[in-house]
């Protein structure tokens, strides 16, 4: 098993007085008070460890981590859940494996397969214990599936229509209206918001530009808050199994030029209310596949296009997409602890004929304030 990503509750707490991690006198609070000083109170901190602690092999200070996350939010959490039935499995607790999973799935988890194959199940997969919470979790899966399906909901369109967006706008501290001043627009991640870029403001060094950041249109609850993506499919609640695989294509591929219409006329809105000059997108993750769609689909708008851990989807991106901005600088930051999503970004570019800043940092999928000041330092050079 890999742990499942982060994406937690209430009702674990009667895990707590049958595990062996834990001490059995010790309330909920008590086991949390010394964790919550350093984690302020923040249970995806709790989670990321817990993760960590797995991945190391230490199964039941995982499994006590897992427990102080669910226990830090208001809602059930389904992956935090599966998460934690895998700790038990690992440790030889059927029962307490077993009820994870029946919590899991009434919390919401969807993927039965992964109850059925996970190796971390296999020392209690012969438990007529656990079996026989195994076979309510897939009875609760298939009821929840068959409550969402089309015979019960019916079919699904989609309308297009505008709506209000949020953008955050920051003007330099000496701002005068009558000057003209460079613009950086910011496209937070999946499972983002407006804050992710706004609320960072200050990293930059002079910051002697306008320094707006946009908010995704899709938005889903995600760690108990609301969050928010750029395509309607992967968000949240979005469920596509009720269509046909070219017509799941279709809406990604609708949503993605929605998004870049948004953005767009986001541009259009701030130039209308600011004198502006030169125009850079600036994105992170998802955020960066739409910074490179809208940038290099509209080159003359812009001056440059900075990433960080921005994909470029080769079956998305055509050669004629690719082709037609090679005159946009590029700037493609990375974490060398990630994957090679943006390596893969930087040589295909690269070998395009694209002018490319590779910028590197210790790390993993997510940019620290050096890289802002990082892309600052970028467009004084290709100024």
């Not at 990503?5 to 008590?30: C, H, M, N, R, V």
């Amino acid at each position: 098993m890999k742990c499942l990503p982060y994406t937690i509750s209430i009702a674990a707490i009667f895990f707590i007085s049958q595990s062996s991690a834990l001490d059995d006198t010790a309330t909920l609070g008590e086991l949390s008070s010394d964790l919550f000083e350093s984690y302020e109170s923040q249970p995806g901190f709790l989670v990321q460890d817990a993760a960590s602690l797995y991945m190391d092999g230490d199964y039941e200070k995982a499994a006590e981590y897992y427990i102080l996350a669910l226990g830090a939010d208001l809602d059930d959490n389904p992956i935090t859940l599966f998460n934690l039935a895998c700790c038990y499995g690992l440790l030889d607790e059927p029962e307490l494996a077993g009820k994870a999973l029946l919590e899991s799935a009434l919390a919401g988890f969807d993927r039965p397969e992964l109850i059925e194959t996970d190796t971390d199940f296999s020392s209690v997969l012969d438990n007529d214990v656990f079996n026989e919470y195994v076979i309510e979790a897939m009875i609760v899966i298939e009821e929840a599936r068959e409550r969402r399906s089309i015979a019960v909901l019916g079919g699904r369109l989609y309308l297009e229509f505008p709506s209000m967006q949020t953008v955050r706008m920051h003007v330099p501290d000496n701002y005068d209206p009558n000057e003209q001043y460079d613009l950086i627009l910011a496209l937070h991640g999946y499972g983002g918001d407006v804050a992710e870029f706004s609320s960072r403001r200050t990293a930059f060094d002079e910051g002697n530009f306008i320094f707006a950041s946009l908010q995704a249109p899709y938005a889903f609850e995600q760690n108990g808050r609301t969050v928010f993506s750029w395509t309607v499919h992967g968000s949240g609640e979005w469920d596509g199994e009720d269509m046909p695989p070219e017509q799941q294509q279709e809406m990604f591929s609708s949503s993605i030029e929605l998004s870049s219409d948004m953005i767009l006329a986001c541009l259009d809105m701030i130039k209308s209310q600011y004198r502006i000059g030169s125009i850079y997108l600036l994105g992170f993750s998802q955020g960066g596949i739409m910074a490179y769609w809208t940038g290099l689909q509209n080159p003359s708008l812009f001056s440059g296009i900075a990433t960080y851990s921005g994909v470029i989807d080769e079956e998305l991106f055509t050669q004629g997409i690719i082709e037609s901005a090679t005159v946009l600088p590029i700037f493609i930051g990375r974490g060398t602890q990630e994957d090679d999503r943006a390596i893969n970004a930087k040589d295909l570019l690269t070998d395009a004929g694209y002018d490319v800043t590779f910028f590197e940092y210790d790390g993993g999928h997510f940019f620290p304030d050096e890289g802002l000041r990082a892309v600052e330092g970028w467009i004084r050079e290709i100024q």
